[in-house]
DNA sequence: CTGAAAGCGCTAACAT
DNA sequence: ATGTTAGCGCTTTCAG
């Protein structure tokens, strides 16, 4: 299939009786090369196809226009979004993007970003797992790197985020208007940044009256989700609403309303989290927060572009954008038998 | 942020001193160098967070670990969920994903090659554009590569993908066997491979009678599906049934035909592309052929590893997995009236 | 304007 | 069991 031998700049200097060095600087476009030598060396270059070899280049101390991506999981249409936004933007200026999924497992993710390092990666954006190990955090401070939608305290002070605490504060603001008094909350395990945010905002509507309400679901399977749901459904003094505090937990919860055909919103007040495909049509269609992820996966990566630009320390900084309300459907006032 | 300088062999060498050949043989694990002293070294390297240059590596004729990931679009569920597969198949067996977004773009997809032969890519996945550049040909040529979905003549003969006329006459037959005879196409433009092949499976059934119901939907924009959608609906002697061939169509379709609150299927039959989250949801459930995306990108990723194991010239060789018919709630037979 | 040579970090052949 | 040397492809002095 494959030619095996790749073209040099070697190739191209005996191929036009040339020195290397003069091949090389014709190729980057070097002044003191006479323009007829260069338009001889441009044109057998792109004749025999010739690539730079990049690896060559990093020896000499280039740096690798590589930007590493580190995501839980690219199936979640969350970080794909962010994997989009971003591959979007390194190509347009020239970077490609090296992707690696965590799994949220922190010896996977020390493995990833081993991988990264011995790749020479010129940057990293990576979205943490709960607790990374020492060593991943030693070996991300030796590279140019920001934090997205997560934060981990012993990681880059940049970080581009969703003001979490905001989005289920409004979110659960939004059922509270309306009379809901019994609001349950759905949310990932303790121990992750982002989720600490969420139910702080939740809590900061409800107090702690509702604190028998509030489920930790294992992150990954739609099955926990529906399980810890079904739960609080059939568990004594139901709640007359719930919100959702991730977009795989808003997926599960609806599964689980359908296949149990709970009347939503009569019985039951739902707001999700995110604003993913789909959720306009579920049932009355789901009133949920909305949240920018493809825009800060984009202010995130023009940061890091613009760092690695300028090569200088950052100051610390934190980027948090706020998501809003969009009414459909699923939430209404309790009925009144409650 | 970073420490700058990156630790090499020649550091750990000097500290212990030692030979950087020692320590690079002590690293790679080489029996003839004594328990103690690779202790010794191995200890060393751990404690500097010695990571190996891979560019480095690479001058030597290593491979380099890295698959090279080229899709359409990741925001697309159809590749993210590709792109999760390949993702853990490689991580498993310690390859990284370089991540490529051709946007369908021939000339962007001749950038992407440029990069990734630059990047020195052990192997390539592919979703080809309609119709590459010669020059894009030529370089994935060097590099063991295999088409991933689509399939372009001048590319390699090695091949995953859907059996898309197959699903595209499976989902055309059960509308013709519930009684249709006005079923509308919405397919992709012209020119690519699964487009024509996707067409001929409808064609299968239909034959040519149903000409005038086929149309052909420039790719990205949701709103060219929906306008082609109100086209036909709304032209004269409008059909009694649709089949999407994308999943993007499929996406528009029941965006249009919800706002359009047209009553499926009892005015209209559907017949979805793929089964994402959510088509289960969308109003009486929606009727789709259900792809297997995932074991379609694990086996391609599994094909790729092995072959770059073995080495050698691999044979022509062209998977076509099938899909099947989940029936839900979208589709019946068509109204008396028509 | 162009050529020769050194060196980036690593490994493999060739010495001890 | 360890050290020395050469060379991968490229850029960058330093010499013409």
């Known amino acids: 299939?494959?030619?095996?031998?790749?073209?040099?700049?070697?190739?191209?200097?005996?191929?036009?009786?040339?020195?290397?060095?003069?091949?090389?600087?014709?190729?980057?476009?070097?002044p003191r090369i006479s323009t007829e030598t260069r338009h001889r060396v441009e044109r057998e270059a792109?004749?025999?196809?010739?690539?730079?070899?990049?690896?060559?280049?990093?020896?000499?101390?280039?740096?690798?226009?590589?930007?590493?991506?580190?995501?839980?999981?690219?199936?979640?249409?969350?970080?794909?979004t962010a994997a989009h936004a971003l591959a979007q933007c390194m190509s347009r200026q020239g970077y490609q993007v090296m992707l690696c999924e965590t799994g949220d497992d922190r010896d996977n993710e020390l493995a990833q970003v081993r991988g990264m390092i011995a790749g020479q990666v010129a940057g990293v954006i990576v979205v943490p797992t709960p607790n990374p190990r020492g060593e991943t955090v030693r070996l991300l401070r030796q590279v140019p790197h920001v934090q997205l939608l997560r934060t981990h305290p012993d990681l880059a002070r940049q970080s581009f985020g969703i003001d979490d605490r905001q989005v289920l504060r409004d979110a659960t603001r939004h059922l509270h208007d309306l009379g809901h008094t019994r609001i349950a909350y759905l949310g990932g395990p303790a121990g992750l940044s982002t989720g600490e945010r969420r139910l702080a905002g939740y809590l900061d509507v409800v107090g702690d009256r509702d604190a028998g309400l509030v489920a930790h679901v294992p992150p990954g399977s739609a099955e926990d989700t529906r399980r810890e749901l079904a739960r609080l459904l059939d568990g004594p003094?139901?709640?007359?609403?719930?919100?959702?505090?991730?977009?795989?937990?808003?997926?599960?919860?609806?599964?689980?309303?359908?296949?149990?055909?709970?009347?939503?919103?009569?019985?039951?007040?739902?707001?999700?989290?995110?604003?993913?495909?789909?959720?306009?049509?579920?049932?009355?269609?789901?009133?949920?927060?909305?949240?920018?992820?493809?825009?800060?996966?984009?202010?995130?990566?023009?940061?890091?572009?613009?760092?690695?630009?300028?090569?200088?320390?950052?100051?610390?900084?934190?980027?948090?954008?706020?998501?809003?309300?969009?009414?459909?459907?699923?939430?209404?006032?309790?009925?009144?038998?409650?």
Chains 1, 2 share one sequence.
């Open 1 to 30: 299939m494959e030619a095996g031998k790749r073209i040099t700049t070697r190739d191209i200097a005996e191929r036009l009786g040339l020195s290397v060095s003069t091949v090389g600087r014709a190729l980057a476009g070097d």
């Open 46 to 80: 792109a004749e025999l196809g010739y690539v730079g070899n990049q690896a060559a280049r990093m020896m000499r101390g280039a740096s690798s226009k590589v930007i590493g991506l580190m995501v839980p999981d690219v199936g979640n249409t969350f970080y794909s």
């Open 237 to 338: 003094d139901p709640p007359s609403a719930v919100v959702a505090a991730s977009v795989r937990i808003t997926e599960g919860v609806l599964e689980e309303l359908a296949s149990r055909c709970v009347a939503v919103p009569r019985e039951l007040s739902v707001v999700g989290f995110g604003d993913e495909l789909g959720f306009g049509w579920w049932g009355p269609g789901l009133t949920t927060m909305a949240l920018p992820v493809h825009e800060v996966a984009t202010a995130c990566s023009m940061w890091l572009l613009q760092r690695l630009r300028d090569g200088d320390e950052p100051a610390p900084f934190v980027s948090s954008t706020g998501g809003y309300l969009r009414e459909r459907g699923s939430t209404a006032p309790p009925a009144a038998g409650r």
